[in-house]
């Protein structure tokens, strides 16, 4: 081959490259995609979150690798193989191997040229990339990136494009070629980055759950081609601290740098298959014999069948109508693309894609979700809508382009078929691909229920989901690919502008940016329930998918009115540019585009005038402007006893409340004026100061009374309230669900906010977004002195009356005790009376079943009886051993029920909790991680921590609500289930921990208030472990004398306890208070987690042991910052059965040893038996990071 003829094919070509819009077109995206990225929207999430705190710079070579090992594959993948892929194609379809039979042009020299000017155009995108963001970042200095940007080092840009960068486009590139080459199919070429987005996105990326082997996780990083699962999982998975990011180069490992070179290797080696094949064709193949007679099909033909009239042929002479010929035109494509190998590669890739994303989904603590037909409907709506829309406008972009390529498109542009029926008829068809892929995932997720042996097959969810749903967004799409392919007549423009499209949509997606007037693939709008499928936004869906229909419509009719059927003539275009022309094609155009405008227009004034539109938010932003300065943090006055009458219309989202709070004065100070906070949603209310009609101030719903004489001490006045209302009014912004609702499937109504109750006093969280959100209030170190507000509800508890009507059907739940329960004419009434004081209460309902135990009730939906017995079994044993262990429980009954999954959570109130169907009974639970038994003990916690006993407002003070609960999940996960399961959940919820801290946000245990990043895994994970590790340094007995003593003393006293009153009340009964002061004040009043890691073990069996054989040495070595004494294990065989028992022939030998941060230390460990590993705290008794990397096996 000659360097110089390859160099001048390259050249002409990178020339070529420079004048064609593609490449502009991508250029321009990457300007407008990194403009918008310096936002800060995609940044590594670590710094400091307060206000001049330091924070994770764009700028860093951390940053931009993390950006550009996601870009190059999601962003430049689809360009890249579009262009690499179809060079030879297009050469070919040109007739281009017919030129180089004539020239001194070798095949090498032509495939290499051609590859090498591709690529270098895209290398040169690569830097003009980096360049666009030094400009941005640097030159350009949006105000907003002031925090965001660290100084300029050139070496933090060009080095992660090499390393990340270069190797994928390479591959990804030569991959392409090679199958452009190989096989002339385009569809095949699409296959390759549509397979690379689908493993790495929707898998290697996301997939990583703490279980996970190492060796495995290891291949798995290898395997990327983009490199970003090693990057996550090496340097950002576990926070390393905001300076680390900012300041260090990113170290580059072994198994890094083969995948790189892996690689390259493959790309470039694809190119050489690629010129071998080429070369090949380009000789020529042996002619097959050929007839002596010419064709012999020829003398087959009879005299007679010349002479016979045309009549016998039965041809029709009038054209088709618009639906048949449509229905001829999709008949004919579907045929062609029965018997494309893209389909039959595509359908299997997705179909593994579904199992895959669906087996390996995981939820809490990293455990396999149990999924349902409605749920996978919608686990895979996205990937579906995703993967068809990118293959459905490959086929259509190509299979108008094979008429051209063909020579049929003259034939066929010739024929009476109408253009309307030639491009719905295509467009049909390319949506049945779609079809066959619907197909395909459809047996996925029978395979699915199948494997998983629990849930019963359905097909109902699939066809409305599906069927309803993604079904237009796939005619849409077509018809407006189609519509660009009619309008630019240019294949690869086409495919950059519908990719475009694309990129476009996803970025209004992932900003927030999108409502239900523009959400035209339906992205991530539907939450399903099997109590209530679509009841929340079933109104707005409708009225989408018919604005996409009629969308679909004018698509259509765009492409016919340009899709050209004869040669390009310059002329007729002029006259079509006559005003006359114009004003005639705009009228015949106006009937397509009123329907989806008047769709639009109502769906986003819908939107608008809804509980989460533009109206609700201007009044919520009037609420706290009129109120946060003069009622945030005024003491309030405390409620005595409540009496509701509540009327419930589930099937109308309807509800009317009548009731009255009695108010008292527990301070000393007088209460002039008393505030309640009232629902925007309310209609018609109506007040009442001691019986008597009355008209308090109205704060822009903040209503403000004021008692003829001041209160004094204990005096009591009673404040009554009328009102109804549709609760809630309308449906989302954008799809998604709501944390409270009354629908026909289900009510959920809480004391929280002022959903169907007011509220005393002011609330702080309405009217607060990114727009005007602060800091958290600064606490004085002795803050908790004296009284201390609750965290949440009433200082004081009261007593509680709802008297609940609604249909019979509904079974009606709320605090405190059922004492009567009346059906009459359809309606069914019940009342709930407190029989303990409450602080918080709420009402549920739902047509359930009911389990009933000693002291506990289930109540359940008939179709979710999976999970019953096991939450039962918690509930059961959570009542008895909390009620041993902190407090008798005062209540008579504990009820747990479900509501529709509209948003997945659980609350405790007092006597009756509400678990979303998403937690708890649709978990698929293992014996190991008993997520089911989890979830009701970490929730019955909650009725001694946060209502028997109410955490007090400050930092620390909701640690002793979820840390505490998650401490007693661990008690009783021990009484109830053993050591191994215990030993399993205090290794998912460290490795949540060390999954999900941020450095330089974490602030000491008395520090959080929930404000910053990683503040929730610090409340319920490691607070939970160190109440753990409290109690093993205080000894079992001690502490627990300690917690009910505490518990005792603050469930009925006004000053609500931090963590601070904790501590003191703890310490008395520490056996030694000065290691307890060393101990509390390290991992309390400071941050330190101690991260253990063994090198140099050896195992070695010598006689002059004495009693032992074997001996192990190792190296310990804390690189973490915290100092507890910790055990040393050597182990033979698996400890634990299938069962939780250990097994007989497991055998250990252990030493004690204390690390210091950066302290390491020699450990020999004698053993009467031949070990085959190594571990740190096998246990779970300390907090560490990296467990994983304390264990070493021989």
């Known amino acids: 081959m000659s360097v110089g003829r390859i160099w001048q094919v390259a050249r002409l070509d990178m020339i070529h490259n420079a004048r064609r819009f593609f490449f502009w077109f991508w250029l321009a995206i990457i300007v407008l995609m990194t403009w918008g990225l310096s936002s800060g929207n995609a940044r590594i999430a670590s710094g400091d979150a307060s206000v001049g705190g330091t924070e994770a710079w764009l700028t860093s070579e951390f940053a931009v690798g993390m950006q550009m090992s996601m870009l190059v594959l999601l962003m430049y993948g689809f360009f890249v193989a579009v262009a690499s892929g179809m060079l030879i194609i297009r ?127 290891r291949l798995l990083m290898l395997l990327d081609p983009a490199g970003f699962r090693w990057l996550n999982e090496t340097y950002l998975k576990v926070d390393r601290g905001v300076e680390f990011y900012n300041e260090a180069p990113i170290g580059l490992d072994g198994l890094f740098i083969a995948n790189r070179l892996t690689l390259l290797a493959i790309g470039l080696g694809a190119v050489g298959l690629a010129q071998w094949k080429f070369a090949r064709d380009i000789r020529g193949a042996r002619q097959g014999k050929v007839s002596p007679t010419g064709n012999d099909q020829a003398s087959l033909v009879t005299p007679a069948a010349i002479v016979a009239p045309i009549s016998t042929l039965r041809a029709a002479t009038r054209p088709p109508g618009l639906v048949r010929g449509a229905l001829d035109v999709a008949r004919f494509e579907a045929r062609e693309l029965r018997y494309h190998p893209g389909l039959y590669l595509f359908a299997p890739l997705i179909l593994i894609q579904t199992m895959g994303t669906m087996l390996l989904a995981v939820g809490s603590f990293g455990t ?74 459809l047996l996925a997720c029978v395979l699915v229920l199948v494997f998983q042996g629990t849930v019963p097959m359905s097909l109902g969810p699939f066809l409305v989901v599906w069927g309803l749903v993604l079904v237009p967004t796939f005619l849409v799409w077509s018809t407006f690919v189609m519509a660009v392919a009619a309008l630019v007549h240019n294949r690869y423009v086409t495919h950059a502008l519908c990719l475009g499209a694309l990129i476009l949509t996803g970025y209004k997606q992932l900003t927030g940016a999108m409502n239900w007037a523009g959400n035209w693939d339906a992205w991530s709008v539907i939450r399903w329930s099997d109590m ?54 705009g009228l015949k155009l106006l009937p397509f585009v009123v329907v989806p405008l008047v769709l639009g227009g109502w769906l986003y004034t819908a939107v608008t005038n809804g509980f989460q539109g533009e109206r609700m938010k201007v009044r919520q932003k009037d609420y706290w402007r009129d109120n946060m300065a003069t009622w945030r943090d005024v003491p309030v006055p405390a409620i005595g006893a409540v009496d509701i009458d509540l009327e419930l219309d589930p099937r109308e989202r309807w509800f009317k409340t009548d009731g009255s709070y009695v108010i008292y004065n527990p301070r000393e100070e007088p209460v002039v004026e008393i505030p ?130 609604g249909p019979a059907e509904y079974t009606y739940n709320s605090v405190g005790v059922l004492v009567s329960d009346v059906v009459a004419d359809g309606r069914r009434t019940v009342v709930w009376e407190s029989d303990h004081p409450v602080s918080i209460f709420n009402v549920v309902a739902g047509r359930w079943e009911v389990h009933r135990g000693d002291r506990t009730a289930l109540f359940y939906h008939a179709g979710h009886p999976y999970n019953i017995q096991e939450m039962s079994e918690a509930l059961e044993g959570a009542v008895r051993w909390y009620s041993e262990w902190f407090h008798p429980y005062p209540w008579q009954e504990l009820k747990v029920s479900e509501f529709p999954n509209f948003a997945s959570y659980a609350q405790g109130f007092a006597t ?67 050591l191994r399961d215990r030993i399993e959940f ?26 910053r990043p990683g503040d929730r895994t610090v409340t319920y994970n490691k607070a939970g472990f160190v109440f753990w590790m409290l109690l093993n340094h205080m000894g079992r007995d001690a502490c627990l004398e300690g917690l009910q003593r505490f518990i005792g003393h603050y469930s009925t006293d006004p000053d609500h306890p931090v963590l601070q009153d904790f501590l003191a009340s703890m310490r008395p009964f520490a056996s030694d208070t000065a290691a307890f002061d060393t101990f509390t004040q390290a991992w309390f009043f400071d941050v330190v987690v101690p991260e253990y890691r063994l090198t140099d073990a050896t195992a070695v069996s010598a006689e002059g ?52 941060p950066g302290e390491q230390a020699v450990v020999e460990i004698p053993c009467d038996f031949q070990p085959d590993r190594v571990e740190v705290d096998p246990d779970a008794l300390v907090l560490q990071l990296n467990r994983d990397s304390a264990t070493l096996d021989f």
Not at 543 to 565: D, E
Not at 932 to 957: D, S
Not at 1112 to 1126: C, D, Y
Request: proline share 6%; net charge negative.
């Open 986 to 1011: 205090c290794r998912r919820i460290e490795a949540d921990y060390g999954d999900n801290r941020v450095v330089d946000s974490e602030r000491p245990l008395v520090r959080i208030d929930g404000s």
């Open 91 to 217: 050469d070919m379809e040109l007739g281009v191997g017919e030129i180089l039979h004539g020239t001194s042009l070798r095949a090498g020299e032509y495939i290499w040229g051609r590859f090498l000017a591709v690529t270098a155009t895209f290398l040169v995108i690569l830097g003009l990339h980096m360049l666009c963001m030094i400009v941005i970042y640097h030159v350009l200095r949006r105000p907003s990136m002031d925090d965001m940007r660290g100084p300029f080092h050139l070496i933090n840009y060009v080095r992660p494009a090499i390393v990340f960068g270069v190797p994928t486009i390479v591959f990804i590139a030569g991959t392409s070629f090679a199958v452009g080459a190989l096989t002339r199919k385009p569809i095949l070429v699409f296959f390759l980055p549509v397979a690379l987005i689908i493993g790495a996105g929707f898998f290697l990326w996301n997939w990583s759950p703490n279980w996970l082997d190492p060796g495995v996780n």
């Open 532 to 585: 209530g499928p679509l009841e929340l936004n079933g109104t707005a869906l409708l009225l989408n998918r018919l604005m996409v229909i009629s969308l679909a419509a004018l698509f259509v009719a765009l492409a016919v009115r340009f899709f050209s059927r004869r040669d390009f003539d310059p002329a007729r275009i002029i006259h079509r540019l006559y005003p006359r022309s114009l004003l005639v094609g």
């Open 1105 to 1156: 042991f004495g009693d032992t054989s074997w001996r192990v040495t190792v190296t310990v070595e804390n690189t973490g910052n915290g100092r507890m004494p910790v055990q040393i294990v050597a182990a033979a065989q698996e400890r634990f059965d299938d069962d939780g028992q250990q097994h007989a022939d497991y055998r250990e030998s252990r030493v004690e040893i204390t690390l210091g």
């Open 368 to 441: 396999p979700l149990l999924q349902t037909p409605g749920l996978l409907a919608v686990g895979t709506m996205n990937t579906l809508t995703l993967l068809i829309c990118l293959l459905i406008q490959f086929y259509t972009v190509e299979s108008v382009q094979r008429d051209r390529n063909t020579g049929a498109a003259a034939m066929i542009y010739a024929t009476p078929v109408r253009t309307a029926s030639l491009l719905l008829g295509k467009s049909v068809a390319n949506v049945l691909v779609g079809g066959v892929i619907l197909l395909a995932a």
């Open 912 to 978: 009756n909790i509400t678990f979303s169907e998403g937690i708890g009974f649709l978990t698929k639970s293992d014996p190991k991680t008993n997520l089911a038994f989890m979830v009701t003990a970490h929730e019955t916690a909650h009725q001694w921590w946060g209502n028997i006993l109410m955490p007090g407002k400050g930092p620390g003070g909701n640690i002793l609500s979820e840390g505490m609960a998650h401490f007693s999940t661990i008690l009783l996960m021990d009484q109830m289930k053993g």
């Open 676 to 805: 309640l906070s009232a629902g925007l949603h309310w209609e018609n209310l109506q007040w009442t100061l001691n019986g008597d009609p009355y008209e308090p101030e109205d704060r822009s719903g903040l209503f403000i009374f004021r008692p003829p004489a001041p209160l004094g001490p204990d005096e009591r006045v009673e404040i009554g309230f009328s009102f109804e209302g549709r609760y809630p009014n309308g449906f989302t912004e954008n799809g998604g669900g709501a944390r409270q609702f009354i629908l026909p499937s289900g009510v959920v109504l809480t004391s929280f906010s002022a959903s169907f109750a007011p509220i005393v006093g002011y609330l702080e969280h309405v009217g607060v977004d990114e727009d005007n959100e602060y800091e958290q209030r600064v606490y004085l170190d002795d803050f908790y002195e004296g009284i201390t507000d609750p965290a949440f509800g009433s200082a004081w508890p009261f007593s509680t009356r709802l008297r609940i009507t």
